[in-house]
C-alpha cells in the first residue's frame, strides 16, 4: 500500500479490502473468536480504512457469515520495532488486555 493512500493522524477514507488487509484479518482471526467466545466459517474483510500512528491501525469490516458482519481494529506496528499484528478492538469494544493506542473506540454501523 503506497503512503499517499493513508492520512499521517487521521484515518483515510473507507475502501475495498485488498489481499494485504485479508492477511491482516486472518492473522488476528483466533484472538477475536477468543473476544466473542465463537468460531467462524467465514472471516473474509470486505472494507477498511487506516490510519497511520506508530505503525498503522486499521478498521475493518469483516463479513463472517450469512448477512452478519462485525468491525474489528487491528495494529501494525512498524517493522522496527519487530512485534506481530494485534487486535486491538471488536465491535466497538476495546479488547480487555490490548491499549486502543490513543485512538477513539470503533464508531457504530463502521464502514457501512
Known amino acids: 500500500m503506497a503512503n499517499s493512500e493513508m492520512m499521517c493522524g487521521g484515518f483515510g477514507g473507507h475502501k475495498p479490502a485488498n489481499e494485504e488487509v485479508q492477511q491482516l484479518c486472518d492473522k488476528v482471526k483466533a ?6 467466545n ?11 480504512r487506516s490510519q ?3 505503525g498503522t ?5 469483516v ?3 450469512g448477512e452478519d458482519h462485525i468491525e474489528i481494529r487491528v495494529f501494525r506496528p512498524l517493522p522496527c520495532h519487530n512485534k506481530e499484528v494485534e487486535l486491538t478492538a471488536v ?3 476495546k479488547v480487555s488486555s490490548k491499549p486502543i493506542l490513543g485512538v477513539p473506540e ?3 454501523l463502521l464502514l457501512e
Open 106 to 108: 470503533l464508531p457504530q
Open 57 to 61: 491501525n486499521f478498521d475493518i469490516k
Open 31 to 36: 484472538s477475536v473468536e477468543n473476544e466473542k
Open 91 to 93: 465491535d466497538g469494544q
Open 52 to 54: 497511520v500512528v506508530a
Open 38 to 48: 465463537t468460531t467462524y466459517e467465514v472471516f473474509r474483510a470486505v472494507t477498511y
Open 63 to 65: 463479513h463472517v457469515g
